[in-house]
């Protein structure tokens, strides 16, 4: 892009993708945003008058609402600091000369293939499962009485399931940092007395607040909208105890067959996300600089 | 302040060995440089001494102490690195005194350590800043002020000048020899440039393949050079060498004469022993002339002095002085007397 005749070029030639883009996602937001001003339900043909706030009022005042926001930020929260603190562990241990690497390499990496719908089940029905699952099968093998996961602890259960989906991604990235780290800045410390333990908080983590920032923002953006491992496990409940802001609004307009109510919620994610997006770039952001 | 002793100092990487067995005494406060062709192991034998290569077989012993068995930090040396190997997130005064943070020294003490090295190295409007945001010449000083802040009992630098422009490389140079002198510590430098070895060391050891070809001053080395190596490699532009009946004529397999050594004169007629040749190349670098020219002995390098005339094409006598001719036997050792 030096001159100024291949900028026009470069702009007349992207032009029509990013019109299309736009078209793309402000369609839908628009009919969202013009839904979440209307009495819109599926089961009441009188369905499309102007309400105003009506929906957002609801949506807000629903205490559904405040546990589900709840929910969804110690969702985001617990998954964010397990695959960060994991991922930076079994990353690090990689980094490891190791026999048969290849193979370990692949199998940390392989639930990332899996879709969620599918790792759901196989947690739900194979592994927490409190009659046949492993852990069961553990549990009574060490004489301990099995935990019922989706009855006593649905939100750690889904925390976990969701966890171990992030944790490839995680680890990848965090392994790909760890080895772009100079070799001889690693010698340097070591020459300068430091031990595994000083190297590892002084010179690897130091090393990692980039690449960690990456993942806590990617991480969070696709965590907000955990759905289907909700939807496959516990469906929301028991109650509401695993009810996030994406299944909420998903109950509204599937269950209750409410679509204003649900686009309103919908707007109400979206302000969510991006509090949260520009909450955390605040935060972390300035690891990203330079 | 330390001799530093080596004893039959090997080291393999699997199957292939890098150093064969090398003997050496470093005398404490000394400056020693290695020196050698790329890949000749000198970076190999320095980080043995260091501690970051685990020897094969031999004993390095700082001040009469075996310290094979002693981690790097431990042997009291401090490296400077070819590539400064800052810590990119410190600032210049976390990574000055990380060392000392490391060895769990007192926060006043730091500081006034940290305070004098960056002192010493012009480096106090600097402190706070990160390495990214220094120039060149600036973070090798960081790297050195890394190193000498802990006080250690030598120095090791490898290749430290490498990444410098010509002008700057000439000044840390003076100053990295200045410093070293001011402190006495006693410090190996490594380089594969032989201008850096002869103004910098008090000795030079000449590396070839992982061994030592000479081990003594730089003036001794341009002098007495101990073999064809040596010879070819100390000095620039390097050595003229000529086999055959010249060389038989003095009981050598080869002689070799420096290029400031042999003296040019216009014309096709000259004394007895002079070669006669044709010019192909003139280097005028104004306070030098180098010419290269060919003659029935292949070609041969002249250094003199000042400006002369000469061009391409033209003939020219080379005559050498006959008292400063190297003469060398078929090893390639040099036959003295
Ligand atoms: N870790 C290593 N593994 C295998 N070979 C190595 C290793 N380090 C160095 N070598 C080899 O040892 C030789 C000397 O290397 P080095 O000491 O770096 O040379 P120099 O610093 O003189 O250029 C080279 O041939 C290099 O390939
Ligand atoms: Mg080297």
Known sequence: MATRQTQILGRSVTAPSVLLLLAWSLAPLAATIYFSFTYYNLLNPASGQFVGIDNYSYFLTDPAFLASLKNTLVLVGSVLVITVVLGTLVAVLMNQPVIGLNIVRLMVIAPFFVMP????????????????????????SLGLHPIDWFANAPMLAVILIVAWQWLPFATLILLTALQSLDGEQLEAAEMDGAGPFSTFFYITLAHLARPITVVILIETIFLLSVFAEIFVTTGGGPGLATTN?????????????????????????VILANIVATFLVRLVGKNLEA | MASITLQGVRKTFGAVEVIPGVDLAIEDKSFVVFVGPSGCGKSTLLRLIAGLEDVTAGQIRIDGVDVVQVPPAKRGLSMVFQSYALYPHMSV??????????????????????????????????????????????????????AIVREPKGFLFDEPLSNLDAALRVQMRLEIATLQKSLGTTAIYVTHDQVEAM???????????????????????????????????????????????????????????????????????????????????????????????????????????????????DSVRLIPDSARIHRFDQAGRAIRG
């Open chain 2, 93 to 146: 005064r976390g990574n000055i005194a990380f060392a000392l943070k490391m060895a769990g020294m007192n926060k006043a003490e730091i500081d006034r350590r940290v305070t004098a090295a960056a002192a010493t190295l012009n480096l106090t409007p600097y402190l706070d800043r990160k390495p990214r945001d220094l120039s060149g010449g600036q973070r090798q000083r960081v790297a050195i002020g890394r």
């Open chain 2, 199 to 313: 103004t910098m060391a008090d000795k030079i050891v000449v590396l070839n393949a992982g061994r030592i070809e000479q081990y003594g001053s730089p003036l001794e080395l341009y002098e007495r050079p101990a073999n064809l190596f040596v010879a070819g490699f100390i000095g620039s532009p390097k050595m003229n060498f000529v086999t055959g009946a010249p060389a038989a004529a003095l009981g050598a397999a080869t002689i070799g004469v420096r290029p400031e050594h042999v003296a040019v004169r216009p014309g096709a007629d000259g004394p007895r022993g002079s070669w006669s040749g044709r010019v192909t190349v003139a280097e005028h670098l104004g306070s030098d002339t180098f010419l290269f020219a060919d003659t029935e002995l292949g070609t041969v390098t002249v250094r003199a002095a000042g400006e002369i005339g000469l061009k391409p094409g």
């Open chain 1, 245 to 269: 802001i994406a299944f909420l609004i998903y109950s509204q307009a599937l269950i209750q067959y409410d679509v204003g109510g649900a686009s309103a919620g919908g707007i109400v994610a």
């Open chain 1, 117 to 140: 719908t599918v790792s759901a089940l196989v947690w739900k029905n194979l592994l927490m499962h409190p009659v046949s699952g492993l852990f069961a099968w553990i549990a009574n």
